[in-house]
């Protein structure tokens, strides 16, 4: 498989980076391990790995250029309002709007992981929190192959739905210091998750933190009814809050990588609709921060 053009040459696992008219080889081989998911990202466009630093010219043009494209992360608790903030930019704004591939964690294959984890965290923890990770993954660099296909034809802002850092910072973290998941486990997927950050760029220019309170996730929870939802305690909400605020306002159990914008998150529908104008400018000119 070749595809010189955009500066890649695949020979199975190993990769070698090529200069602009596709000829010349300016960088050693780089052995990679790949899912086809990300495999299929790597073959496209040079923005998904830190292949080698001759590499980054592309990955440069791309972020810095005249066409520069702002990602901005939307964090919060279960419950939080991140589907109203998501909706509302995504209607009144040139945005892209990425929501969690929370349909694919509902059904693989006739089953549903986000189910079975809520009903029995320690059996089946790993098995979504790997499947969360590899579907997140794909929704940090799939945007960005547009980027080399279609330059001109994208919209200036993509805003997506959590993150791969959230999905490991928050909920294996609470999975696994809430002792329903087992040591080996929480290994796994944390030297998963480091590979990934290690070797993989995960652009991010803002987060924006919806902070609501627990007791406020938990009334909207029982009013949205959402199947897998009933089994939730407010204990396990009460946790999620806590490691939310110990990452991203606290900023004393992981690192932060991104500046951060707090949008109280506790009020009506029609004062947070209020709140998103009011920050409209802090939020789309993410890339000046």
């Known amino acids: 498989m070749e595809r010189s053009n955009m500066g890649f040459l695949s020979r199975g696992l190993t990769w070698t980076c090529l200069n602009v008219d596709g000829n010349v080889p300016v960088r050693s081989e780089v052995l990679m391990m790949c ?42 608790n279960i419950a939080s309002g991140k589907t ?26 006739g089953c549903n992981p986000l189910g079975l ?8 923890g790993l ?4 499947y969360v990770q590899l579907t997140m993954l794909d929704r940090h660099v799939s945007p960005m192959a547009c980027l080399i296909y279609s330059i001109e034809n994208t919209a200036p802002i993509r805003m997506l739905e959590r993150s791969i850092y959230s999905a490991k910072y928050i909920f ?43 007791q406020t996730c938990y009334e909207r929870l029982k ?38 914008l707090v949008i109280p998150a506790d009020h009506d529908l029609k004062k947070m609709l209020h709140q998103y104008e009011e920050n409209r400018e802090r939020i789309l000119m993410s890339n000046c921060f």
């Open 35 to 76: 899912t086809p998911i990300l495999k299929r990202h790597l073959i496209g466009h040079a923005w998904s790995s830190r292949i080698h630093s001759s590499c980054a010219s592309l990955s440069k043009l791309v972020r810095n250029g005249e066409n520069k494209k702002s990602v901005i992360w939307l964090e919060g």
């Open 84 to 109: 109203t903030c998501l909706e509302y930019f995504g209607k009144t704004s040139d945005i892209d709007v990425l929501t969690e591939p929370v349909t694919k964690w509902r059904n693989v294959h």
């Open 117 to 124: 984890m809520y009903q029995d965290p320690t059996r089946w």
């Open 127 to 130: 098995t979504l929190q790997t």
């Open 172 to 214: 294996v973290e609470n999975l696994y210091k809430s002792g329903k998941m087992p040591e080996v486990d929480f290994a796994v997927l944390s030297e998963w998750f480091e590979w990934i950050i290690k070797n993989i760029d995960i652009p991010v220019d803002l987060i924006v933190y919806l902070q609501t309170s627990p």
């Open 223 to 260: 009013q949205r009814c959402r199947e897998e939802e009933k089994v939730i305690p407010m204990e396990y909400l009460e946790s999620i809050h806590n490691l939310y605020e110990d990452w991203l306002i606290h900023k004393k159990s992981f690192d932060v990588p991104a500046p951060v």
